[in-house]
């Protein structure tokens, strides 16, 4: 393991009132006891507005202006361009919930003392951008109860899937200390890892997909429900919610294979009558709620099961298929040329997040038949 260790202060996480070159500013979110990323939000916001009077105002200007995460597509651009991706319906509501954590601190606290949060600092599109900031660049560090900082030198690092390099803090020093897993030589990039992340998950918080096959984390998330025909229907929509599951669930696929809990659902979907008294079992193993992992012995509906999980990867398969190929046709007029490479851009990382998921759901395809 190779360390090095930084000069800078301690991070910027949860900053006591001294720290906030505004101390009124400080003074009223601490009163609040605002959670963390909407106070480290906040902060960011209040030292911007300060300028050059900012302790961080190097940091602040070398920070992009509109960071690449899915917080910058339009509601459209996110229908149009994620329509096969279940990452479409996390970019939604991730979006829904910066907006309603805006919407609450304005109504509790801003519109309370609109001399220390005017609207022209404190707005939608300022948290816009330092949430943009905060889930691109935040560092969970572990030594300190996984609290959440930005580290200013750090967060210059870029992603590789292929790495085991972390931030941590370093209580004996009492700075941040990068360890990485090989040394490099000068000149070399030091990557980082973000965590085990799929590709749907980096295109989500930090803009980028990574190129196809490279990402062994990946996933896509694999959503399989009850049929409503299905004469046990109401049986097994009992067993489910019981045990805190319901009529549609979704279970990560990964390019390494696909969880228990899976197939567990699988069985339960395609259960005959007879079998009744087992719906609850399988129920439990679809939960992952048991204390121990169930031995899932069900021979008799092995082959059905997989049958289930197949048409399912077929269904989705044809959804990522139907937008590849339409999108290839499509030729939009732009209005002007930045919106032209602002399209452009949107579509390749729209096209290269549904080549990787389409990919896995081929690969589970193939390691059914
Ligand atoms: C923590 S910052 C890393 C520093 C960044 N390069 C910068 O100069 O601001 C995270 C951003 O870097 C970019 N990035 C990081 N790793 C990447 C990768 N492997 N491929 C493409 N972009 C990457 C993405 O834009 C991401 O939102």
Redesign the pocket.
Known sequence: MERSCSSCPRPSSSPPIREWSNREVGDVMKRYSVPDWPLLATYLISEASLEGSSRWSSYID???RQ???LLYWTRTEIDAYLVASPIRERAISRISDVIGTYNDLRDRIFSKYPDLFPEKVYNMENFRWSFGIL???LVRLESMDGKVALVPW????????EVDAFLDYDKSSQGIVFTTDRSYQPGEQV??S?GKKSSGE?LL??????KEGTNPNDSVEFMVSLNKSDECYKEKLQALKKHGLSESESFPLRVTGWPVELMAYAFLVVSPPEMIQRFEEMAVAASNKGSSKPALNYPELDEQALQFILDCCESSIKKYTKYLEGAKGSAEVSINTKQANRTLLLKQLARDLCISERRILYRSQYDIT
């Open positions: 070398a920070l992009p960071p690449y995460s889930f691109s660049r750090a967060d210059m690092l870029n992603h590789s899937p990557f980082i973000y980096l918080s930090y803009g980028f997909v990574p």
